[in-house]
């Protein structure tokens, strides 16, 4: 069992240099997936809020939010550039795309 206060504290810990790859994906596409970011499932379920904090340390300052394909791939990306579904799609596309190549 996580100890969700564990986990958010160890993620208002972290260096905001843990996503500055992340926030360069961000800027330039819009949206940057969990093999980019030190963040997993748990993360993106229980401690989102510091997530975003840490974003915004890292200097990204537009909205941010998450979206997950069947549990396994997640997505941060800004709403105000893609919708939910979009995403949705991408991460399938994706995640169809390593499976056959993996």
């Known amino acids: 069992m996580v100890n969700v206060e564990q986990l958010k504290y160890s993620v208002n810990r972290m260096s905001p240099d843990l996503v500055s790859e992340a926030v360069l994906d961000l800027r330039l596409d819009g949206l940057v997936t969990e093999r980019r970011t030190p963040f997993g499932r748990v ?21 941010l939010d998450v979206v997950g394909y069947e549990g396994l ?21 994706s995640s169809e795309m390593a499976g056959e190549t993996g």
């Open 43 to 63: 993360h993106f379920n229980t401690c989102f809020a510091e997530i975003e904090a840490l974003f915004q340390r890292a200097g990204y300052h537009r909205p």
């Open 73 to 93: 791939h997640y997505a941060l990306y800004d709403p105000t550039r893609w919708e939910a579904v979009q995403v949705l799609r991408w991460l399938k596309e």
